[in-house]
Each structure stands twice: as structure tokens, then as C-alpha cells.
């Protein structure tokens, strides 16, 4: 079973359960996709893969979802062109990145702490660095401010770095590469280390980090500099596993 967590489709609702698709219990219906929908270097990863393409169609193609509510309720709604994303299944993997909307947005809560939410670090830098700078903005003067990372299946540390650069007073290393031999990439060398600079006004505030099973690659990176530089108090499920890009 796979519950809806942020549901957009005319019919769902958060919390609800997807039982079968077209007839086909959900799980079975997973372990026939085809693999270029489902790929990952962990299971967590490949089924958070799969995940993202259950709820989507082909041109002219219809889906029957079953679905359990919250009270218990069994309902089918029918997927086509005409109420979500359409992808062409030759080319989902160099598309995926159209699936994810990476609208940074920050809130002041009534309690006074603010919320950022990050749902990817997969898209335009500039854009997505000055959407976190505006959401964060309005929120220097906050006691504590929760990041809600949930959802998030990387993407660039090229955008997450500086995006993690606005929480950090001092730059801080949270993990090396070492290579057996040396890469042109990294410049001939036989390490590479991946740490965060300042940038900007640092919010200096206390941090929690919402995480849940779908954070890996770049998110994990994310993760691991806000908690292993005491920066942030991590708060969530177990996270899915980095990708081929181990660091110590």
C-alpha cells in the first residue's frame, strides 16, 4: 500500500491509499513497471521512484486507481490526459524533473516560528536560491524555524550548499570523497570535500529538519551537514539512502 502525502489530482485526498491500479494490486503493479520508471541504488529509492509515476498517464492512456480513505471508504477515480501531467514513457527519466514543482515557500506560524518548505533541490539555481533567500527574509527575526524537507529526492548540491549557506556563521565540512584514482572532475585530486560556506544574512535561530523515507542524494547531503554540524535537531522517519556519491 502507498499513502498519498501531497496529493494535486481532482479526487484524492491526503492520507489515502492506493490499493490497486487498474485492477492490479499495487504492489504487483509496482514490480511490472518498467525498470526506467523504478530505478534507484536502494529499494527505498526505487520504490520512491515508482511512486512518482504511479499517479501519471500517457497520451490517449487511462488509469482506474482504487483508493482507501481515511474513514475506511473504497472509491476509484479515473486518471486521464485531462486531470494530470501527461509523460512519454520513452523519455521519463530525462522529463522527471517537469514532475516537481520547486515553489520554496516560507510562513510564519501563530506560534511565531516560521516554516520553510524545500521540495527539491532539482531545478533552476538562481531561481530556487532567490526563492529560499525571500522566504527566509521574512523570517530572520523568528525564535525557531522548521524546514520541511519531506518529499524532497535531491538534486544539486550546487543548490543545496548555498541554500544550506544561510544557516551557518562559519563554513563546515560534512564529508569527503576519496578516490582510488584521480578524476579531471575533481580537479586531479585523490579527495574532494563537501562542506557549506555562509551566504548572506545567517539566521542564527533554532532548526528542525522534517525528514521522511523519499530524502536521498543531495537531500541526504542537506541533512547531513544541518545534523552533523549540530546545526539543526533532525526530526522524521529513516531516510532512503544516498545515491552512487558516497562521502565519509
Not at 163 to 187: C, D, H, Q, S, T
Request: charged letters at 25%; aromatic letters at 8%.
Amino acid at each position: 500500500m502507498l499513502s498519498i502525502i501531497k496529493p494535486n489530482i481532482p479526487g484524492l485526498e491526503k492520507g489515502a491509499v492506493i490499493k490497486r491500479i487498474d485492477g492490479m494490486d499495487i504492489e504487483l503493479y509496482i514490480k511490472e513497471m518498467p525498470p526506467w520508471l523504478r530505478s534507484g541504488s536502494t529499494a527505498r529509492q526505487q520504490r520512491y521512484r515508482a511512486f512518482t509515476h504511479l499517479l501519471t498517464v500517457t497520451l490517449e492512456e487511462e488509469k482506474v486507481v482504487t483508493l482507501k480513505a481515511l474513514d475506511g471508504e473504497i472509491y476509484e477515480i479515473v486518471l486521464n490526459e485531462e486531470l494530470i501531467h501527461i509523460i512519454n514513457p520513452e523519455t521519463a527519466k530525462r522529463d522527471a524533473v517537469s514532475q516537481y514543482t520547486h515553489n520554496i515557500k516560507g510562513e510564519r506560524l501563530s506560534s511565531g516560528i516560521g516554516l520553510i518548505e524545500i521540495p527539491t533541490f532539482q531545478g533552476d539555481r538562481s531561481k530556487m536560491i532567490k526563492e529560499l533567500d525571500d522566504a527566509l527574509g521574512n523570517l530572520l527575526d523568528a525564535p525557531g524555524i522548521i524546514i520541511d524537507l519531506r518529499g524532497n529526492g535531491g538534486g544539486s548540491t550546487f543548490i543545496a550548499h548555498p541554500i544550506a549557506g544561510r544557516f551557518f556563521a562559519e563554513p563546515f565540512i560534512y564529508g569527503v570523497e576519496y578516490y582510488k584514482n584521480r578524476l579531471p572532475l575533481r580537479g586531479w585530486a585523490k579527495e574532494y570535500e563537501f562542506g557549506v560556506r555562509p551566504r548572506g544574512d545567517t539566521y542564527e535561530g533554532a532548526i528542525a529538519v522534517l525528514v521522511d523515507t523519499s530524502n536521498m542524494s543531495t537531500a541526504e547531503n542537506f541533512i547531513a551537514a544541518m545534523k552533523d554540524s549540530g546545526r539543526a535537531t533532525i526530526i522524521g522517519r529513516p531516510t532512503a539512502g544516498s545515491s552512487g556519491n558516497p562521502v565519509t
